[in-house]
């Protein structure tokens, strides 16, 4: 897996849109990124995914570099409900594993 | 959501005790996993499944095994539980679309080793 790296922790205001940022320096060609969060005790929650290109759902977008060494997760209009811990992967095989991520705390 | 369930969801057990954790889906998904989460760590692989009987360690596999005699279950077994190994584990199934990473959680059982 390509290395990750991201804030330990992040404010944002209600309302507001929240842009979680990975760092993905050593990625190769074809490996995805992939976001999670997890709320809580519950298990973690797939959010979007992307190679090259952009990506939108109706949780996030997903926006890549060019160079694909980084990302950012956008949250565009942040509920209390989005507080939780956001995890970014780039995995290469099926051993996929998560660091601490970045724990978001939407205030109102 | 995906069918995905974990038995027990709590469980509470005195060192040295066998434990099995059970994962069980509805979705024929090939690849099955078992991970621990405990504060400041994250979480962290055991053990991975990808098909009936192929199984492989993850980065924290010592103190545990697995078995998977047919598609829909994944057992994580405890052979002589140890207070380190007090923890919550969650299973995951792999959707497989669009690449590797996406996958499906349990909602975690909780293990207590007094």
């Known amino acids: 897996d390509a290395k990750t790296t991201q804030p330990t922790s992040m404010d944002c205001a209600e309302g507001r849109a929240a842009n979680l940022p990975c760092n993905h320096s050593?990625?190769?060609?074809?490996?995805?990124v992939y976001w999670y969060r997890q709320i809580h005790s519950q298990g973690p929650q797939y959010i979007i995914h992307g190679l090259k290109n952009n990506e939108t759902n109706e949780m996030a977008s997903l926006i890549i570099t060019e160079d694909r060494k980084s990302s950012t997760l956008i949250l565009p209009h942040a509920t209390l409900r989005d507080t939780a811990v956001y995890y970014c992967i780039a995995p290469n095989d099926y051993k996929l594993s998560f660091g601490a991520g970045t724990t978001v705390t939407v205030r109102a | 959501d995906a069918g995905i369930t974990q038995s027990p969801r709590h469980k509470v057990t005195e060192t040295g005790t066998p434990v099995t954790l059970r994962c069980h889906q509805t979705?024929?998904?090939?690849?099955m996993y078992w991970y621990r989460q405990d504060p400041g760590h994250g979480l962290r692989l055991i053990h991975y499944s990808y098909g009936v009987k192929d199984t492989d360690k993850g980065e924290v596999s010592d103190g545990y095994s697995v078995s998977r005699s047919k598609t829909e279950d994944f057992l994580l077994t405890l052979e002589s539980a140890t207070s380190s190994q007090t923890s919550v584990y969650f299973c995951?199934?792999?959707?497989?679309?669009?690449?590797?990473?996406?996958?499906?959680f349990g909602e975690g059982s909780r293990l207590t080793v007094l």
């Open positions: 979705e024929n998904h090939r690849y």
């Open positions: 050593t990625i190769s060609g074809n490996e995805y």
């Open positions: 995951a199934i792999s959707g497989l679309r669009g690449g590797t990473g996406e996958l499906f």
